[in-house]
């Protein structure tokens, strides 16, 4: 039983020096696998469809209202958009993923109006391949993802 107890020991041990050792080990640079120079989307372009389009804001409306359906078993939903504007296009500058960050007037339809805020992103969509939208309504934010208030979902 001794015996095993100091195995056991014995291997911890080393395992524990492996760790270290690859924890202490010095910096290198990049390799050239390591860059990854290869990755398609490595350029943006820096086409972000403009805050007012209708594709963006039915996909809000899908998602809030699945959402609404699924999570939360109530039947609300995005009955209309109303003083849609843009808040910021590209706020951090050139070298960051293109977003163009909005702002609208929603009416659900327990006849309650909303803001809403949301960006728009460049390769946000499906696998990369088209832009997405992320979006915030302060009064259904109840797991606040972008608290306080949606201020995380606002350049």
């Not at 390591?34 to 963006?56: D, H, I, Q, R």
């Not at 070298?95 to 949301?118: S, W």
């Not at 992103?121 to 109840?142: A, H, K, L, S």
Request: proline share 6%; charged share 20%.
């Amino acid at each position: 039983m001794a015996r095993t107890v100091r195995k056991a020991l014995a291997q911890a041990g080393m395992a524990a020096a492996l760790v270290l050792a690859s924890v202490v080990a010095p910096a290198h640079a990049q390799s050239l696998l390591e860059k990854n120079f290869w990755l398609p989307n490595s350029k943006y372009t820096g086409n972000v469809p403009a805050c007012s389009e209708p594709l963006a804001l039915g996909t809000i409306s899908n998602h809030f209202a699945e959402t609404e359906r699924m999570y939360w078993h109530n039947g609300a939903n995005i009955v209309s958009y109303s003083n849609v504007k843009e808040i910021a296009d590209k706020p951090w500058g050139e070298g960051f993923v293109p977003r163009r960050y909005c702002q609208a007037t929603i009416v659900t339809n327990d006849t309650k109006q909303h803001t809403i805020y949301y960006s728009i992103i460049e390769d946000g969509g499906w696998q990369n391949m088209t832009w997405g939208v992320e979006w915030c309504i302060p009064e259904y934010d109840r797991e606040f993802a972008y608290a306080p208030k949606c201020t995380m979902a606002r350049p």
